[in-house]
């Protein structure tokens, strides 16, 4: 192995850093490899100044940094790109394009470090001839195939902190206060947040609820005298008779931005209670920060495995964590289907008989 190069697609997530690095140190250590990053995701391959060397001076310190020094964009598949011909914008698959400036630099092994988004553009390259080996990246934890992705325990760690400060503004002021968090059409942040938070209701896109089932939990905690209550409401929950809602709808190019779920929960409380409510939406801030040191073990984990697979040649396969050891899977595997919270699992059921309520009550 001479060469490998690495990029970082779709939304950033706490951790990408330390993965680089990682792969970075074990190559030129265990196999004396040279190592280049791509800006900008699959974009870094068309762009002229879209490369970067990586040698130690340029991963010193980034252990503990949040993003990306490589850059990101979740607007970047070589399949679908906008682009302007002849003055217009239009959409094209230019993956041609994408693979021949692959194959031009001469890479043994191209890790993308990404979501199930760029895992998916990536298997796409694979049966296109690309040597892609996969690292699982998003703070949804949403991928298959691995027990967690890294960037979820740092997002954890801000839904829980601002759970708990929620708390104690709710509970001086006795209101209800709703906090909208990330996760898309998975629900593990509000899920375990919530749970580590001691939220009185969870909303989670894989449980539909009724809106008289939230009121009623509310009201309960009235009459027992629980003035306030704390909501943690994922941005993909939907109502049992309703959609989800969108702040922003999608294209060829975009997938359409969740968003606003938290504001409809808080106005039907307001509107059918005696309960003055609030409406937190925590937004990116579970995207940014300084990665846990779960987050930077899994991380540096990940990338050290990713090259040794490169090492051994094992493209199309994924790096994931199973059983608490780092394995590698094919990357079709792990896009099969979509991870998403299992609901007659132990996590939903420990929060049911903590008394949290889900929404799907009658
Ligand atoms: O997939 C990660 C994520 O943060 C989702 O939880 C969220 O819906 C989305 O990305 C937001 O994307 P953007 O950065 O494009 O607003």
């Given at each position: 192995m001479k060469k490998i190069g690495v990029l970082t697609g779709g939304g950033d997530a706490p951790g990408l850093n330390a993965v680089i690095r990682a792969v970075v140190k074990t190559a030129i250590r265990s196999y004396d490899c040279e190592v280049v990053g791509f800006r900008d995701g699959f974009d870094g391959f068309l762009n002229p100044e879209g490369e970067m060397p990586l040698r130690r001076e340029e991963v010193r310190g980034i252990l503990p940094r949040g993003g990306t020094i490589l850059g990101t964009a979740n607007r970047g598949n070589p399949f679908a790109r906008e682009v302007i011909r002849d003055g217009k914008r239009v959409i094209e698959d230019t993956s041609d394009e994408v693979v021949a400036a692959i194959e031009k630099e001469?890479?043994?092994?191209?890790?993308?470090?990404?979501?199930?988004?760029?895992?998916?553009?990536?298997?796409?390259?694979?049966?296109?001839?690309?040597?892609?080996?996969?690292?699982?990246?998003?703070i949804d934890n949403d991928v298959n195939g691995t027990e967690v992705t890294f960037g979820f325990d740092t997002?954890?760690?801000?839904?829980?902190?601002?759970?708990?400060?929620?708390?104690?503004?709710?509970?001086?002021?006795?209101?209800?206060?709703?906090?909208?968090?990330?996760?898309?059409?998975?629900?593990?942040?509000s899920l375990h947040a919530g749970v580590a938070g001691g939220a009185d209701v969870i909303l989670i896109p894989e449980i539909p609820f009724h809106y008289k089932a939230v009121v009623g939990k509310i009201m309960r905690r009235v009459e027992n005298g629980r003035h306030f209550s704390i909501l943690a409401v994922s941005e993909g929950a939907k109502p049992l008779e309703g959609k989800q809602v969108f702040s922003r709808a999608g294209n060829e190019v975009y997938v359409p931005r969740l968003g606003?779920?938290?504001?409809?929960?808080?106005?039907?409380?307001?509107?059918n209670t005696e309960q003055e409510t609030r409406v937190t939406v925590l937004g990116h801030i579970q995207r940014g920060g300084s990665p846990t040191p779960f987050d930077r073990w899994l991380a540096t984990r990940y990338g050290a495995a990713a090259t040794r697979?490169?090492?051994?040649?094992?493209?199309?396969?994924?790096?994931?964590?199973?059983?608490?050891?780092?394995v590698d899977i094919p990357l079709e595997e792990a896009l099969a289907t979509p991870k998403r919270v299992n609901i007659n699992g132990d996590a939903v059921r420990t929060a049911r008989d903590l008394g949290i309520c889900f929404g799907d009550e009658k």
């Amino acid at each position: 192995m001479k060469k490998i190069g690495v990029l970082t697609g779709g939304g950033d997530a706490p951790g990408l850093n330390a993965v680089i690095r990682a792969v970075v140190k074990t190559a030129i250590r265990s196999y004396d490899c040279e190592v280049v990053g791509f800006r900008d995701g699959f974009d870094g391959f068309l762009n002229p100044e879209g490369e970067m060397p990586l040698r130690r001076e340029e991963v010193r310190g980034i252990l503990p940094r949040g993003g990306t020094i490589l850059g990101t964009a979740n607007r970047g598949n070589p399949f679908a790109r906008e682009v302007i011909r002849d003055g217009k914008r239009v959409i094209e698959d230019t993956s041609d394009e994408v693979v021949a400036a692959i194959e031009k630099e001469n890479l043994d092994a191209l890790i993308v470090i990404g979501g199930d988004g760029t895992l998916k553009i990536s298997q796409e390259l694979f049966e296109k001839g690309v040597p892609v080996i996969g690292v699982p990246k998003t703070i949804d934890n949403d991928v298959n195939g691995t027990e967690v992705t890294f960037g979820f325990d740092t997002a954890l760690c801000t839904a829980t902190e601002a759970i708990d400060k929620l708390h104690t503004t709710a509970e001086s002021h006795h209101r209800v206060m709703v906090l909208e968090l990330m996760g898309r059409d998975a629900g593990f942040i509000s899920l375990h947040a919530g749970v580590a938070g001691g939220a009185d209701v969870i909303l989670i896109p894989e449980i539909p609820f009724h809106y008289k089932a939230v009121v009623g939990k509310i009201m309960r905690r009235v009459e027992n005298g629980r003035h306030f209550s704390i909501l943690a409401v994922s941005e993909g929950a939907k109502p049992l008779e309703g959609k989800q809602v969108f702040s922003r709808a999608g294209n060829e190019v975009y997938v359409p931005r969740l968003g606003g779920i938290g504001y409809q929960v808080g106005q039907y409380i307001e509107e059918n209670t005696e309960q003055e409510t609030r409406v937190t939406v925590l937004g990116h801030i579970q995207r940014g920060g300084s990665p846990t040191p779960f987050d930077r073990w899994l991380a540096t984990r990940y990338g050290a495995a990713a090259t040794r697979l490169a090492a051994k040649g094992g493209f199309g396969r994924m790096v994931a964590l199973q059983y608490g050891e780092v394995v590698d899977i094919p990357l079709e595997e792990a896009l099969a289907t979509p991870k998403r919270v299992n609901i007659n699992g132990d996590a939903v059921r420990t929060a049911r008989d903590l008394g949290i309520c889900f929404g799907d009550e009658k």
